[in-house]
């Protein structure tokens, strides 16, 4: 059965904004601390950011003061906030949990 699913992708011009969802069973919601990671074209899978069950984050360096991970206990659910974003962040974004991975969704950001 389907663990983790991510939604909120697309396409978008340099500087806007988009917002990431990832729906996760209860099971896994509560269980695990919550990450985004990213694969760029080329590049390697990288931690982007995350969410322990008490609420503490970490970013990755090059996207902090941009992007901001939350969770809604009472939908578990994680987000993504993603502001000012560049062509660098251009990359398909996983959710991840425990041994757990959404299927990604696509993030393009182009003029």
């Known amino acids: 059965q389907v663990q983790l699913v991510e939604s909120g992708g697309g396409l978008v011009q340099p500087g806007g904004s988009l917002r990431l969802s990832c729906a996760a069973s209860?099971?896994?919601?509560?269980?695990?601390?919550m990450d985004w990671y990213r694969q760029g074209p080329g590049k390697q899978r990288e931690l982007v950011a995350r969410i322990t069950k008490d609420n503490n984050t970490n970013y990755l360096d090059s996207v902090k003061g941009r992007f901001t991970i939350s969770r809604d206990n009472a939908k578990n659910t994680v987000y993504l906030l993603m502001t000012g974003l560049k062509s660098e962040d251009t990359a398909v974004y996983y959710c991840h949990a425990g041994r757990f991975w959404g299927q990604g969704t696509q993030v393009t950001v182009s003029s």
């Open positions: 209860a099971s896994i919601f509560n269980l695990y601390l």
